[in-house]
């Protein structure tokens, strides 16, 4: 079982930028893939990013690419999101999600691919 508690999270305006944290519960979190999703009111749950259990390889969403970097520190069970030159339309629920298949090697867009999820974190960007 693996608990995750997202932080980080706040007002900023447009153009800002804000770093999310993810502490991951127990000692097998080297061995997941994580990533991050985001809900906005009314919409569906979107992917963001994901990395893969040792941080080499990561995948993002084409509307953060080139603004926001997922990162992670096993040593301290956390998963980060830098997030850049925000814009209102990044709006959302954060959410950071743990996926144990594949030994954390294979990288997923599907959240329901993801077995622990945290409770999430609000990101409102002003314009």
């Known amino acids: 079982q693996v608990q995750l508690v997202e932080s980080g999270g706040g007002l900023v305006q447009a153009g800002g930028s804000l770093r999310l944290s993810c502490a991951a519960s127990?000692?097998?979190?080297?061995?997941?893939?994580m990533g991050w999703f985001r809900q906005a009111p009314g919409k569906e749950r979107e992917f963001v990013a994901a990395?893969?259990?040792?941080?080499?390889?990561?995948y993002y969403a084409d509307s953060v690419k080139g603004r926001f970097t997922i990162s992670r520190d096993n040593a301290k069970n956390t998963v980060y999101l830098q997030m850049n030159s925000l814009k209102p339309e990044d709006t959302a629920v954060y959410y950071c999600?743990?996926?144990?298949?594949?030994?954390?090697?294979?990288?997923?867009?599907?959240?329901?691919?993801?077995?622990?999820w945290g409770q999430g974190t609000q990101v409102t960007v002003s314009s």
């Open positions: 999600a743990a996926d144990s298949r594949w030994s954390g090697v294979i990288l997923t867009t599907t959240p329901t691919a993801y077995d622990y």
């Open positions: 127990g000692r097998t979190f080297s061995s997941y893939a």
């Open positions: 990395i893969n259990w040792s941080g080499g390889s990561t």
